[in-house]
């Protein structure tokens, strides 16, 4: 039997490439260009990197405008709803001659032709919450068992 020797000059290929998920097809093209030969490669390479600069810039500049697009339609669509309502004055005589009783209501807070806020509270306010008849004593307090007083 030939002894034989192991090589020195151990060289793998790289043969298989793991990937999860859909892969972008930029990074396929650079694995592409690492797997030709040596010349070729370099140069795939750093075609591949302008390329990558050249359509991530066309991307911003895409997403930008279509940004710019829905800013444009949401702000023609609240300037339609913006009704500017003027709000409501009312005057009423007092119990004094010449002083009228003045009002300033808000058309905002208008609710079912009624501004709640000035409405008397007594239709909305409940009053406190009725309170239990039963009182429950709290239990007295010992003393901590691990201090420990001075004697003087």
Do not use: C
């Amino acid at each position: 039997m030939s002894k034989q020797t192991p090589s020195k000059d151990f060289n793998f290929e790289y043969r298989f490439h793991v990937t999860f998920g859909e892969e972008h097809f930029l990074s396929k093209m650079e694995r592409w260009a690492k797997r030709q030969p040596f010349p070729i490669s370099f140069l795939l390479e750093g075609f591949v990197v302008w390329l990558e600069k050249i359509y991530y810039e066309y991307k911003v500049e895409n997403t930008m405008a279509e940004v710019d697009k829905q800013t444009e339609s949401i702000r023609k669509q609240w300037e339609e709803e913006d009704v500017k309502e003027e709000p409501i004055y009312t005057s009423e005589p007092s119990e004094v001659e010449g002083l009228d009783t003045i009002g300033v209501q808000s058309p905002y807070f208008i609710f079912n032709d009624r501004d709640w806020l000035s409405d008397d509270p007594n239709s909305w306010y409940q009053g406190p919450l009725a309170l239990s008849e039963i009182v429950e004593e709290r239990p007295k307090e010992e003393p901590d068992t691990f201090t420990t007083e001075k004697e003087d």
